[in-house]
């Protein structure tokens, strides 16, 4: 894998920003890491800039990319996200946020099963870069691959981020089984149907459905449910545990996107009369109009069913 040095601007010094400014840099890259705490002015950072790679948390996206915008920015930059959330007042993704404001630049995607702790002891993991533009995510791929992190390209960037987006608050219910001790069978029946609404709301959303099965989102929601080291699973874990929902926040390392994510799909599926069960309990559970115990039970006794929405009749026996 041989290219040109690329300049590199990482914007968020979180633990997914520094673990992403330590792979590109592995490759020879110059790479500066922004944090708004720091001393280097973001207009210093982004002259000359190819690659500027947001991993903001979805709550500063906005703020961040509207300073960006007023900062002198070569034509040829490529913007690349790395958040998974989305914007309470829009329901837009990331991507969309930073298209929006860069109508003119290649947009990519970079997602996948990506606990940034694993990543920064080096340990292998694979990701996906996804684009319209095939020639910008082919860059990005170049950039941040290596043979400890394999990144594929997809040209699919909603259903890539959408995985990646909508898999936390399924994580929070991964962590409330586990929590609850409801066995291997009940994950594996949770984690199952959390992906036929990944799917759902993912299809209805423009995205391609065999996204879904792949890195970025089968790949990511596996990753999240069975691991300690995710956020959004530790919450759902607290909550089964009896722990509130501010007394989780307030102790746990970084962010944990399910949550405010979890507010703005149930605004997506209300809107567009989608059924999703599973991230409807997490979201009473998050309101506290529910305990995990009663969030359990109204999962068990709706209704029967199909297993399939869209099976053809006659292909069903
Ligand atoms: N950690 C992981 O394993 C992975 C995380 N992600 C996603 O990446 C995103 C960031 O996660 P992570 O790094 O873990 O989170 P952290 O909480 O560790 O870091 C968040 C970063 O965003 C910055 N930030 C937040 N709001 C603003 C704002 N208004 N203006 C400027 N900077 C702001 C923070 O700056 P400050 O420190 O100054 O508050 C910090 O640098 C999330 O969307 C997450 O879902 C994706 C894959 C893996
Ligand atoms: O997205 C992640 C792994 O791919 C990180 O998950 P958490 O944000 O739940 O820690």
Known sequence: MSQSVKSVVILGAGAWGTALAKLAAINGNQVHLWSRQGSQSLVSVLENAHIVLSA??????????????????????????????LEPKTTYTPSQIWQEIFPNHPVVVLSGPNLSQEI?????????????????????????????????????????????????VIAIAAG??????????????????????????????????????????????????????????????????????????????????????CRVLMEIAQQRSIAIPISEQVYQLLEGEVTPQQALDQLMLRDIKPEFDDFPKEQMW
Do not use: W
């Not at 034509?75 to 959330?85: C, L, M, R, S, Y």
């Not at 069975?226 to 746990?252: D, M, V």
């Open 56 to 85: 903001i948390s979805m709550q500063g996206v906005r703020d961040v990319a509207s300073v960006v915008q007023s900062s002198p920015v070569s034509p040829e930059t490529i913007f690349v996200t790395a958040t998974k959330g």
């Open 176 to 261: 409330v089984c586990d929590g609850l001790n409801l066995g291997t069978n009940a994950k594996a029946a949770l984690v199952t149907r959390g992906l036929t609404e990944i799917v759902r709301i993912g299809k209805n959303l423009g995205a391609k459905t065999e996204t879904f099965y792949g890195l970025s989102g089968l790949g990511d929601l596996l990753a999240t449910c069975n691991s300690p080291l995710s956020r959004n699973y530790q919450l759902g874990y607290q909550l089964a545990h009896g722990k509130t929902l501010k007394e989780i926040l307030a102790s746990l390392p970084g962010t944990a996107e399910g949550v405010n994510t």
């Open 120 to 168: 920064v002891r080096e340990l292998p993991a694979a990701t996906v870069v996804a684009s319209k533009n095939i020639n910008a995510a082919q860059s990005v791929q170049l950039v941040f691959s290596s043979s400890r992190f394999r990144v594929y390209t997809n040209p699919d960037p909603v259903g890539v981020e959408l995985g990646g987006t909508l898999k936390n």
